[in-house]
């Protein structure tokens, strides 16, 4: 099974010029689904991960997945003003227009090691925002990992040290 063939390209969305790849045909097929998240599953189960942080919000489909399966925490990296209590944020420059993200401050305690997830790395702006805030709370990044890859992007270049793994490659 390729799982290339459950991502549909819906032309000119969210705005012209884009080719936007939509993940619902994935996420629609069972055994598509299961077969990504055991992938992912996969990469991961002999690297000593303490939490997996995923990102609002389609991130949060396949981190919470994995964490199930790998039984670890989930930690919510969550788009600005959408977690209560004690935050800290990193704004960037996303595809479309700036954004800034947060977690909360008691998320991540020293030393953790951290797998972040997210559905898709282009530039890999919001990844390495979250990156940021992992190690601000004195976490050390495992990895990051996206469904989706927009290589032509180059996500790698920005994320520098912090590898990036994806299961499909545009």
């Given amino acids: 099974m390729r799982l290339e063939d459950y991502i549909r390209t819906i032309p000119d969305f969210p705005k012209s010029g884009i080719m936007f790849k939509d993940i619902s045909p994935l996420l629609g097929n069972v055994e598509a689904f299961k077969k990504c998240i055991d992938e992912i599953s996969k990469i991961y189960t002999k ?20 964490a199930y399966k790998l039984g670890l925490p989930l930690v919510m990296i ?27 401050q008691d998320s991540i305690q020293k030393g953790d090691r951290v797998l972040l997830v997210d559905d898709v790395a282009a530039v890999g702006a919001c990844m390495k925002a979250g990156c940021k805030l992992i190690e601000r709370l ?13 290589t032509s992007m180059n996500p790698q270049k920005l994320l520098g040290k912090h590898k990036l793994i994806s299961l499909i490659k545009y």
């Fill in 138 to 150: 004195g976490g050390k990044i495992v990895g990051c990992f996206t469904v989706i890859e927009f």
């Fill in 47 to 66: 690297t000593n991960i303490d939490k997996i942080a995923a990102f609002d919000a389609r991130g949060f489909i396949f981190g919470s997945v994995v």
């Fill in 78 to 104: 969550r788009k600005k003003g959408k977690l209560p209590g004690k935050v800290i944020q990193e704004s960037y420059q996303g595809e479309y227009a700036p954004a800034t993200i947060e977690i909360h």
